[in-house]
C-alpha cells in the first residue's frame, strides 16, 4: 500500500524557515516524482514543484522559486521541502503528492499546517 | 498562466439527485484535465483524469466529460459521503493550475 507520511504541524516565526518532510512507503521512491501543493484556508491550491526521487532533479512554479527549495534522500525514501524567509502568506496548509501516470496526484499526503506568527 | 474557472462556487442538492460542476481554462487544455474530492480535514482525492477517465476505485456514479476549454463533472444518484468540494486541475501546461473548487452540500 503506497502511503505518504508528513511531518507534523509547524508554528514559525516571521522571517524564520521551515524544512517540512514527506516519507513514503509502499512503492519504488526512485522511479516517481514527488509533488508539493499549498492550500491556504478556503482557498484553491497551488502547485509549488516536483522533484524525482531518482536523481533529485527539481521543476518549480516560478512563483514559487527562491521560497520552496525541493530536496530527497533516496535512502530513507523520503521528500523534503525547504521553505525560507516566511511571511503570514506562506501560513497555509502543504501537501506532498506523488505524480503517478499522466502527470497526475495520485497520492496525497496528509497535508501539515505551517503557521506564522510572532 | 492558465486560469481555471469553477462554476457554481457552492452547490446544494438533494440524496438521489444528479450534480453538474463546471469547469472552464482560459485556452485550450486539449483535455489535460483532472478532477479532485476533498473531504473536509483531508486531502484531495484524484476523481477523473483525461478529462472522462475514471481513477481505479472511484464510483462509476462520477463521470467527466468536455474538451478544448470547457469540462464538467457529473455526480449521478447523489449519496451522502460525496459532499465534499470539487476541484479540477490542468496539466496541459506549466504552472499546474487548479479552479477555485466548488463546495457541494446536502439540501
Given at each position: 500500500?503506497?502511503?505518504?507520511?508528513?511531518?507534523?504541524?509547524e508554528?514559525?516565526?516571521?522571517?524564520?524557515?521551515v524544512?517540512?518532510?514527506?516519507?513514503?512507503?509502499?512503492?519504488?521512491f526512485?522511479?516517481?516524482?514527488?509533488?508539493?501543493?499549498?492550500?491556504m484556508?478556503?482557498?484553491?491550491?497551488?502547485?509549488i514543484?516536483?522533484?524525482?526521487?531518482?536523481?533529485?532533479?527539481?521543476?518549480?512554479?516560478?512563483?514559487?522559486?527562491?521560497?520552496?527549495?525541493?530536496?530527497?534522500?533516496?535512502?530513507?525514501?523520503?521528500?523534503?521541502?525547504?521553505?525560507s524567509?516566511?511571511?503570514?502568506?506562506?501560513?497555509?496548509?502543504?501537501f506532498?503528492?506523488?505524480?503517478?501516470?499522466?502527470?497526475?496526484?495520485?497520492?496525497?499526503?496528509?497535508?501539515?499546517?505551517?503557521?506564522?506568527?510572532? | 498562466?492558465?486560469?481555471?474557472?469553477?462554476?457554481?462556487?457552492?452547490?446544494?442538492?438533494?440524496?438521489?439527485?444528479?450534480?453538474?460542476?463546471?469547469?472552464?481554462?482560459?485556452?485550450?487544455?486539449?483535455?489535460?484535465?483532472?478532477w479532485?474530492?476533498?473531504?473536509?480535514?483531508?486531502s484531495?482525492?484524484?476523481?477523473?483524469?483525461?478529462?472522462?477517465?475514471?481513477?481505479?476505485?472511484?464510483?462509476?456514479r462520477f463521470?467527466?466529460s468536455?474538451?478544448?476549454?470547457?469540462?464538467?463533472?457529473?455526480?449521478n444518484?447523489?449519496?451522502?459521503?460525496?459532499?465534499?468540494?470539487?476541484?479540477?486541475?490542468q496539466?496541459?501546461?506549466?504552472?499546474?493550475?487548479?479552479?477555485?473548487?466548488?463546495?457541494?452540500?446536502?439540501?
Amino acid at each position: 500500500e503506497v502511503q505518504l507520511q508528513q511531518s507534523g504541524a509547524e508554528l514559525v516565526k516571521p522571517g524564520a524557515s521551515v524544512k517540512l518532510s514527506c516519507k513514503t512507503s509502499g512503492y519504488t521512491f526512485s522511479n516517481y516524482y514527488m509533488s508539493w501543493l499549498k492550500q491556504m484556508p478556503g482557498q484553491n491550491i497551488e502547485w509549488i514543484g516536483n522533484i524525482y526521487g531518482g536523481n533529485g532533479g527539481t521543476g518549480y512554479n516560478q512563483k514559487f522559486k527562491g521560497k520552496a527549495t525541493l530536496t530527497v534522500d533516496k535512502s530513507s525514501s523520503t521528500a523534503y521541502m525547504d521553505l525560507s524567509s516566511l511571511t503570514s502568506e506562506d501560513s497555509a496548509v502543504y501537501f506532498c503528492a506523488r505524480l503517478g501516470h499522466y502527470s497526475l496526484f495520485d497520492y496525497w499526503g496528509q497535508g501539515v499546517m505551517v503557521t506564522v506568527s510572532s | 498562466d492558465i486560469r481555471m474557472t469553477q462554476s457554481p462556487a457552492s452547490l446544494s442538492a438533494s440524496l438521489g439527485e444528479t450534480v453538474n460542476i463546471e469547469c472552464l481554462a482560459s485556452e485550450d487544455i486539449y483535455s489535460d484535465l483532472a478532477w479532485y474530492q476533498q473531504k473536509p480535514g483531508k486531502s484531495p482525492q484524484l476523481l477523473i483524469y483525461n478529462a472522462n477517465s475514471l481513477q481505479n476505485g472511484v464510483p462509476s456514479r462520477f463521470s467527466g466529460s468536455g474538451s478544448g476549454t470547457q469540462y464538467s463533472l457529473k455526480i449521478n444518484s447523489l449519496q451522502s459521503e460525496d459532499v465534499a468540494t470539487y476541484f479540477c486541475q490542468q496539466y496541459n501546461n506549466y504552472p499546474w493550475t487548479f479552479g477555485g473548487g466548488t463546495k457541494l452540500e446536502l439540501k
